[in-house]
């Protein structure tokens, strides 16, 4: 339980980043013990007005610094638009079976890095509620969606979409940010 309960606030704050939500991030922040703080690399060099600004140019505004936080973009290479256009939609009827309406409320594409972030978060969630529960049969299933889903949507981005931040990103709470993430998401899973 503390392993899960650890992950998904890993999530969740990588969530927040993912999603620029700045307010969400100091609030989760400020109940994080110093100590935890300490082993988040990207922490440090948190400067809100600058990490906003970054962020806009990294993630949302298209120019010289952009990086494509979308999934389906960084399938291009291995995949022909067929087969993009069925996973993209096998995604949302993933997300419509779970009840997962994230991407709608806060308007972003389901295939976001943010919104991939913040399913395995509500994945996550629901593992607790199962154990809590004693629901080991669903919490087995939660189990094997959760590992499905990051082979299939969060793993095979990652280091092309290193490639193109180390050629596009030089704040420091981006850079760790990155690293920090894509160590993770390959690490623990």
Known sequence: MEERYGKLSMLNIMTNIWLG???KYEEIMEEIPQA???ELPFHSSYNREE???WYDNHFFIPGDHFISPYFSSYTQEIEDEETRKMNLLCLINLYEKTGFLYPLEIDR???HIGCLTAFLSSVLKEQVTANQEDDFVYLQQ????????LIQYIQPLINTFLKQA????SHSFFKEFLKFYADIMIAIY
């Open 166 to 169: 180390n050629k596009k990103v």
């Open 51 to 53: 990490v906003s600004l």
């Open 142 to 149: 939660l189990e094997e969606l959760e590992n499905k889903f």
């Open 36 to 38: 935890v703080k300490a």
């Open 109 to 111: 594409f389901p295939d």
């Open 21 to 23: 939500e700045w307010d």
